[in-house]
């Protein structure tokens, strides 16, 4: 299946779709290799963005001109297409945020404040982001909920049977990372969405690594809500989805006051709007959001299956490559993963490790990536993280992997 | 020799290497020099912030003039390196130039983002701290000549 994948996907043309890759960095090519804190556009995208800006720009849904209307059609289409690409029931389900940390805290702020009291029990688990795990803190402050934890094995799986012993009728809100931006975890949601629900909890789900390597689809798996960010999957800075479902959503007070979420303003009362827009407060990110879109059939177009069997291919290859290298660790061993590779080198510190990949053209993420709970489960203070994309090769695996043999050079 | 003396001496050494991975082998090699600090200095209390690695700074006055130690742990041998130059630049001169230094070693060394994204962070929070001890001093000394 792979070598068929290999053959589907065009991989030099791939790359020239994305003109930030073709540079040098310190006089070396540039590789890239932190695709797990953002990756790269390609250039729908940008001609998305430079199309809305340099044709239609305008504030949407109370414009009646031919611009506002332009605009106000594509960001509803974006809107739609990303209904599809979660398989949501319906289109009203979709809401825009800013990323997923503005979804989660969203999320918190809404259902969390309204509906969860003193004594209930919130589940998150060890190998969460920190946008994950504060806001669920700040809740449990403010409404003196209990906070538990899934813990994690030496592979970097979460331990299911911890997870059922968490379970009880005081637990209400289950929220857990589908895949670990810190070790490449591919985590068990569907499993883990059954067994909450089983017990009456909702749950949500942080797709901020998944949504670009997995397919994904709300409704079979029955997800209460999903969240993930635009730039993590080609698209812009700045754009997030929050899904959920209807119901929920139209019983959750809104978020932020201001324009675009009411019906009717008097000084004595305000009547919301309904779903989506009674969260979309103010104008929204309106050119991110209608790019999105392209990033979305880019995907589409690459094919979903093709992306993750070629990543999968790199995976493979870079695990085996690093192996060979004398005092590398990997952190995060899970049988199943997406295409992320942490590790650490006996003797050498992960910032030096960051800065003289760097100096040889290599980008890679340094530090505790926002994840220092996992970090301490490994008694580690960070890794270094190499996360592949579509556009990756092994041709620059191979250059980490020298890159690599440098540093110990330099460093032992 | 004063502290522009000293850095222009640095400026030169960096300048006999053309490559910036050698210019980093340099200061991993300059760091493997610095003197191991004694166990009681590494308190938290000596803990720069703002490092990703563990930096500790230990600051004492020798009369006129202000002495400096440093460490990393161990792994972090970049970070062990560029406190070695400011150890080197800054231990043992007179209160007064170390509050008033000007480091501009550190653009001209030509170690481009190595130093700059310290800058940010833990080289600027240990090059504050060093300063602000020998303001201390400073303000110390002309505190004790007025009530004398």
Redesign the interface.
Known sequence: MQAATHETLDIEAIRRDFPILDQNVNGKPLVYFDNAATTQKPLPVLNALTRYYEGYNANIHRGIHHLAEKATSAFETSRRTIQQFLNAGEVEEIIFTYGTTDGINLVAQTYGRRFLKEGDEIIISTMEHHSNIVPWQMLCEEKGCVLKVIPVNDAGELILEEYEKLLSERTKFVSVVHVSNALGTINPVQTIIEKAHAVGAKVLIDGAQASSHIDIDVQALDVDFYVFSAHKLYGPTGMGVLYGKRALLEAMPPYRGGGEMIKEVTFEKTIYNDIPYKFEAGTPNIADVIAVQSALEYMETLGKNNIAAYEHGLLEYATDALSSIEGLRLVGTAKEKISVLSFVIDGIHHQDTGVILDQQGIAVRTGHHCAQPLMRRFGITGTSRASFAVYNTREEIDRLVEGLHRVRKMML | MTINEKQDEIIDEFDLFDD??DK??YI?DLGKKLPPMPGQYQTDDNLIRGC??KVWLHSESRGERVHFEADS???????KGLVSLLIRILSDEKAEDVASADLYFIDRIGL???VT?RRAGGLASMIQQMKQFATARINQKSNVEQAS
Do not use: V
Request: net charge negative.
């Open positions: 910036q991975l980093t082998q991993i990703q690695s742990e161990p792994t972090a041998q970049i970070s481009g983002n190595l994204s």
